[in-house]
């Protein structure tokens, strides 16, 4: 069974930055792909951003490209979302996904690829 566990949600003013954290722990198989997702209220949940690790690619929802970045450990267990320059638009739970032992690849930004999710994080962005 695979686990994941978010931290460094919280509430920041416009223009401010955080970073999330995301750790990994039971069978996560060969899979070297970790993602970040946010779901605001009464909205789609969305992709932000994505990692795999071999060979090394990420990817970004064009929303927060330039701000947000996404990095993780050489082990593929841990990754984290550095976001600068919020908005109010970023505020949303965040949480972070991978897909397992097996999984149907849709795209790095799909939530059908993803079968562990986390509990979320909480990221509030006041104006």
């Known amino acids: 069974q695979v686990q994941l566990v978010e931290s460094g949600g919280g509430s920041v003013q416009a223009g401010g930055s955080l970073r999330l954290s995301c750790v990994a722990s039971?069978?996560?198989?060969?899979?070297?792909?970790m993602a970040w997702f946010r779901q605001a209220p009464e909205k789609k949940r969305e992709g932000v951003a994505a990692i795999r690790t071999e060979p090394l690619t990420t990817d970004y929802a064009d929303s927060v490209k330039g701000r947000f970045t996404i990095y993780g450990d050489n082990a593929g267990r841990t990754v984290y979302l550095q976001m600068n320059s919020l908005i109010p638009e970023d505020t949303a739970m965040y949480y972070c996904a991978t897909p397992g032992p097996a999984y149907t690849y849709y795209g790095p930004l799909q939530d059908r690829t993803y079968n562990y999710w986390g509990q979320g994080t909480q990221v509030t962005v006041s104006s």
């Open positions: 039971g069978n996560i198989g060969g899979s070297s792909r």
